[in-house]
């Protein structure tokens, strides 16, 4: 088998055929560095891959194929990313990119993220790169084109803007009050720098010269261990995806709105363990064992011989349920990290589901007239008994605060008022002959 380039935003793959007689293949994603490698290529190279929406390449699978005796060079995006965390373990990477990376000059992922087109569009770039900004901007700058205060004003008004909204246009137009800025829109189309591309073909450079003779630095290769989420990528990628999972799959289909349901939850299962590998993070030992008293209370396996059945009637094994339980934790720590922003885009979510007006207008309503939390006199039990057997039909949970944590407060007495003013005012609705 030839070289392998994984590229997608950064280079066409004509740019690439410039450079080096390569299979090309799209930007690369968890599991494609092992499918690669098991063919044996004479070298991998990744310049491009997907960051959101699908699991990332994994360290270990660019680890085995190395051990394979592949080498796998890096650059340009999310191949500097992978090169600068394991060039001390043999990954070849190249370029500026590559070194700012690995020096701790740039930390922040956002920085060589751009938005891009489909797969059937050519993943044509849609943003632009906040290194090729920073290449440009300094371009500019030692051209004599923008004032030092500006340059520095431009990039900080660059980096704050989400990466999918860094367009050159916006940019400019964020800045335009400040000296230089009509000047160096003039210059930027033929001053502009790709920082990426720059680096992506460098790296195209270096591969063809190895595989012209050039020999690579020694290095020491690192064993992969054999780890059980190892095992089941391998087994996923070797065997694809089992024609059973495949029907059951389509038996929830016909079921519209739990189908709906679940896969959001499943998608937000496979960014949270993106944010996890990213962040290199595994659950702890005790949120997996909350997690399973959870999960044993809210299905009634309150023996062992009950648990142990319901994993062999769910197709499961004692390590498989234990990576169902991490999904979990996952979940619960993606959300908290993101719990001051959570508010906005449950409002958002409100608005296109149609259900924002009604429950704007209750909390307008129930505020008028409040009384404040915890003056009412209202037993908390009488309250809490109300609430949960009388309006949820079911159990006061007997942890309040994980429950009042799970619903984003701070704990149970934020429970207690969120609860008592809801028992407020729906009594005094049914008092003066209001609906709720």
Known sequence: MT???????????DAVAEHLDATILPPVRQGDVYRVAREKPTAIGIIDGFFEGVPSVW???????????????????????RAAELADFGMIGVGQIFQDYYTDVLQDDDEVAVLHSPAELGFQPLSEPMVSIRATVEQAQAAGVLPTDTASEMLHLAKVMHYRQRIWADIISAAQDLPGVDGFADWLPTGRVDAKAVDACAMLTRMSDHLNGTPLPATEVTRTEPTLMWKA????VDGGEPKADRAIVDELRLNPDLYAQLKDRAALALLSREDASRLDRTPARADLVRKMDDHRAATGLSRRSDLMAWIEANDLNPESYEAMLADAARIDAAVASRASYL?????????R???YTQLRDRAASKGQNAIPAGSSGVDRLRVLMWYFESRLDQEVPDDLDSYAVALGLAGRDAFYDLIEAEFLYCHRSADTGAAE
Do not use: N, Y
């Not at 990528?233 to 996923?236: E, F, G, K, S, V």
């Open 3 to 13: 070289a392998v380039v994984f590229v997608g935003p950064t280079l066409t793959s």
């Open 59 to 81: 360290h270990k699978e660019i680890l085995w194929a190395i051990e394979q005796g592949i080498p796998v060079f890096g650059s340009a995006s999310m191949g500097a990313l």
């Open 233 to 236: 990528l391998c087994a996923r």
């Open 343 to 351: 508010d906005t885009q449950l409002l958002s979510e409100l608005r």
């Open 353 to 355: 589901t149609g259900q």
